[in-house]
């Protein structure tokens, strides 16, 4: 029989807390590891992986000109998405326990409070952006970079014999962090706190020399990053956006100084509320579909009671008694300033983490010290049985709530896949110089007009030696003409295309079983249409379409292998031939569709067979599919109309049924 206080002495193994923590961050964010793939701007950093180091870093030197993130992390992973998502956890693992440690050092009387406070940390409900695992990667490695400074510079005061070898360490991790990415650079200006704390002693004259000599190197890196990060790269690279955001911030005050400090106070208000209180429910109930009824949020809730109780099992929250007079006011005011000091950068540029949207990216530093805040409020007012209930109820809602993330993002990966490998079937390869205009994004995870500029370049193998891009995707707010022949000119940073409305190709992405279409005349009135859609087909022009069999299929290691052909595979391809009007294999893809039992799941997707039996002279099958098109969505009768008029001007017609299908259909004469 098994000895539980045996078992659970498991817990005291200096490997246990690392392994556990490693366990619960793979079940929550990999538990469909195999079904995750790339998002949002993701995108971006996959086609640069592709790019020259010299472009990388021209196009990256506005801002942080330093990608060495991605390049490190690609030697290693290559571009599977698999790969990334890994080293992604892998790193937010390193740092959250090299944070705990650091902590420890300082509170030791609190050691298993702390063990807590980083299992929290790693799947905190406010940041819900692990499965973007490329774009978050590099902030990850910030996260680490930082904790390994503070690790190394508490090691440095409570081990002074090693203090020569970490200090100097814990000045590199500081300079490879700030030059990372900014998003810890708030948190540097709490090190003479932290010093003072690890070094104390009762000589306050003594402690506090020993402080500003110890701070000192820190803050000469720091100055020395807001000159590179403030003046010396937008100057170089006349990249001022980021300066002018500060500017306009620090205008404000002049100009209206009360008024810009309540805008700035309620701003701030707002993210403490919501980072420290509100997080923990809304990582639940704001999400869009979740209900009980849905097996995912059963799945969600199974696994982060699980975990949370398997925890809470092993670790306790009683405390041994340990020399040291830390108190939970000194946790909550570490918190309270990290809170403010990590959250600073983002309120300096106009942002609130609160917003919603994709805002919940800035909480990755400020929840640090939220979270050093909701534990101190439980030291302080909560009993320790309690506070180990109160802590697993949080870990069962943040583990949850990540988990359902998780599933929505793998749904998003697979609208992705479907939407790239259509466009590939209905056009393997596409003309230099080629805009796809569309009125959607891929998938709701592609958000930005950029990322699905990035995705498609990957997905037709682009090649650039002078950031010239050969394709870009386009939505309806860009600023050209919806009219033929008018140039498109984008730019991207260091990046470019250069294009002209007639030569595009105008796609329509459909759910609910249609699907993709790239869109011409034959598709003209089509019911789906929403504001104004149907001006994008007299510029799609399908000679930009390079129909060649032998064409490069999507990189697998990316898009994965060729997904099961169902009907939208033979409707592509069907579509295909009729633009290369090939009528015999329009109708030979048809039957083999029929033959695996597939049909149309929208009514349109009938048009090129109506077309090709009429053209092949069988006008009574046409007539037929007609009959079943219009059966499948109602809507499509002036469609079908215009089809049945354009298809009478076939030198072989048969008036007679063409007169047929004009009374179903009730077409008029004009």
């Known amino acids: 029989m098994i000895n539980v206080a045996q078992l659970k002495k498991i817990s005291e193994k200096p490997w246990f807390y690392p392994v556990a923590l490693l366990l619960i961050g793979f079940i929550t964010y990999c538990y469909v590891l195999t079904s995750l793939g790339y998002y949002w701007a993701d995108w971006e950093i996959v086609m640069f992986m592709k790019l020259n180091p010299a ?18 992390i690609y030697a290693l ?66 996260f680490l970079l930082f904790a390994l400074s503070v690790y190394l ?65 820190y803050f000469l890196i720091l100055i020395f990053y807001f000159w590179a990060r403030l003046i010396y790269f937008p100057v170089i690279f006349q990249t001022m956006s980021r300066v002018r955001e500060i500017n306009s911030v620090l205008g404000g005050f002049q100009e209206n100084p009360v008024g810009s400090l309540l805008v700035f106070l309620n ?58 007079s830390s108190s939970p006011a000194s946790v909550f005011i570490i918190g309270f300033l990290a809170f403010i000091l990590g959250a600073l950068p983002i309120w300096v540029i106009n942002e609130q983490i609160s917003a919603g949207a994709w805002n919940d990216r800035f909480a990755l530093t400020p929840m640090l010290g939220a979270c050093l805040m909701v534990l101190a409020l439980l030291l302080w007012l909560v009993r ?93 707010r860009f600023h050209f003409h919806y009219v033929p022949d008018d140039p498109i000119a984008y730019e991207l940073r260091t990046l470019q295309f250069r294009g002209n409305t007639s030569q595009a190709i105008a796609v329509l992405h459909q759910t609910g079983g249609a699907c993709l279409r790239v869109l011409d005349t034959v598709y003209a009135s089509d019911p789906l249409y929403i504001d104004g859609q149907d001006i994008l087909i007299p510029l799609s022009n399908l000679s930009q379409i390079v129909p060649d069999p032998s064409a490069r ?71 037929d599919l007609t009959l079943a098109a219009e059966g499948v969505n109602s809507g499509l009768k002036k469609m079908l109309c215009a089809n049945w008029s354009r298809l009478s001007e076939i030198p072989s017609a048969d008036p007679g049924v063409i007169e047929q299908a004009r009374q179903s259909l009730s077409c008029s004469d004009d």
Request: charged fraction near 15%; include cysteine.
């Open 153 to 217: 510079m508490a090691l440095a005061i409570k081990r002074p014999r090693w203090a020569r070898l970490f200090f100097p360490l814990s000045w590199l991790a500081t300079f490879a962090h700030l030059f990372t990415t900014e998003y810890f650079a708030g948190l540097e200006l709490m090190r003479p706190v932290l010093l003072w704390m690890l070094i104390g002693g009762d000589d306050k004259k003594v402690l506090l020399r020993r402080v500003v000599i110890n701070s000192l190197p």
């Open 267 to 324: 701003r701030a208000l707002f993210d403490l509320i919501y980072l420290t209180v509100q997080t923990w429910v809304n990582g639940i109930i704001n999400f869009e579909g979740f209900t009980f009824e849905n097996r995912a949020a059963w799945l969600a809730f199974g696994l982060g009671i699980l975990l949370a109780a398997v925890f809470a099992f092993f670790h306790n929250t009683n405390e041994n008694e340990t020399a040291g």
């Open 553 to 623: 299929p999507p990189d697998p290691d990316i898009f994965g292998p060729e997904p099961e052909r169902t009907w939208c595979y033979y409707f592509q391809k069907a579509d295909l031939a009729r633009q290369q009007q090939d009528w015999d294999a329009v109708i030979n893809l048809y039957k083999q569709a029929q033959q695996k039992g597939f049909t149309p799941g929208y009514g349109a997707e009938y048009i090129p067979l109506i077309e090709a039996y009429a053209q092949t002279g069988n006008w009574q099958k046409a007539y």
């Open 384 to 476: 320790p049985a309690g506070q180990k209930f109160i802590l697993s109820v949080l870990l069962a809602f943040s583990i949850a709530a990540q988990v359902w993330v998780v599933n929505v993002y793998r749904r998003d990966w697979r609208t992705q896949l479907d939407y790239y490998w259509q466009l590939h079937w209905r056009a393997p390869a596409l003309k230099t110089g080629t805009a796809l205009l569309s009125f959607e994004q891929p998938s709701p995870s592609v958000t930005h007009y950029s990322d699905a500029g990035f995705a498609l370049n990957v997905l037709y193998h682009y090649q650039t030696e002078d950031g010239l891009l050969p394709y870009w995707y386009f939505i309806r």
């Open 55 to 72: 472009l990388q870093f021209d196009f990256y030197a506005h801002d942080r000109p330093f990608p060495w993130t991605y390049q490190l």
């Open 77 to 142: 992973v290559g571009s599977n998405p698999i790969g990334w998502h890994v080293v992604a956890l892998l790193i937010r693992w390193a740092g959250t326990l090299l944070f705990v440690q650091s902590l420890t050092l300082l509170w030791p009387r609190y050691k298993n409070h702390l063990l807590w406070l980083g299992v929290l940390l790693l799947v905190y409900p406010g940041f819900l952006q692990q499965s973007q695992s490329a774009t978050k990667a590099r902030h990850f490695m910030t």
